[in-house]
């Protein structure tokens, strides 16, 4: 039996999988316990799209490459320093491999009325970012339950935000509605990533 503090210590980015694809109740049970992670006025806004089709995930592939192409492009109009261009094509890289993935998901959030939207809307508060703010904390506590749960059950994640530096809104390609924050993909592990060094406890914080 795994302890919790195995969990958080054990958990890894892995990038490459075994061809193994995990039973679906394994996924339903990362997700089982996403569901009932906190949300602001437990408004639940956070969604997963579990990204089956082949043809969408060709759509995927072929989008994130137009947009590597189109960043190049700019990068090269504008004259920009060789390190951006290099950053542009080694994130595409290590990207590519979510198309490949055993269970590929997006990650998105409905749209929810805040606090923060009533007060402008009545003209008290100037616009502002909380609401996304809001929406990506409670993304990351729902995406942090579901990796920890697939890491109990021994299976390993990655999240990615990346690709949608180069896909740019996918509402269409994915048929959703949803502001969506990232992509996390799933799998057994086919390489064991080395543990990486963590900032001492008196660096994380500080006493006031």
Do not use: W
């Not at 503090?5 to 075994?18: M, N, P, Q």
């Amino acid at each position: 039996m795994m302890t919790f503090d195995d969990i958080i210590r054990g958990r890894r980015s892995v990038r490459r999988y075994t061809g193994e694809k995990p039973d679906r109740a394994l996924i339903e049970t990362m997700l089982e316990s996403a569901r009932f992670s906190p949300s602001p006025s437990h408004s639940q806004p956070v969604r997963f799209l579990l990204i089956e089709s082949e043809k969408v995930r060709a759509r995927l592939a072929e989008r994130m490459q137009a947009g590597r192409d189109r960043l190049l492009a700019e990068n090269e109009a504008l004259s920009c320093s060789k390190k951006i261009r290099n950053l542009i094509r080694a994130y595409h890289r290590y990207s590519e491999f979510m198309i490949a993935a055993p269970c590929l998901l997006a990650v998105g959030t409905t749209r929810v009325v805040s606090l923060e939207d009533q007060l402008r809307t009545a003209g008290i508060t100037p616009p502002g970012l909380k609401h996304h703010q809001d929406l990506d904390l409670t993304t990351g506590l729902s995406l942090s339950a579901f990796i920890l749960k697939g890491t109990e059950l021994g299976l390993s994640t990655c999240i990615l935000t990346a690709p949608l530096v180069y896909l740019g809104p996918i509402g269409d390609l994915l048929g959703e509605d949803l502001r969506i924050t990232c992509f996390v993909t799933a799998g057994f592990a086919d390489e064991q990533p080395r543990p990486l060094e963590r900032i001492p406890v008196t660096d994380l914080c500080r006493v006031l």
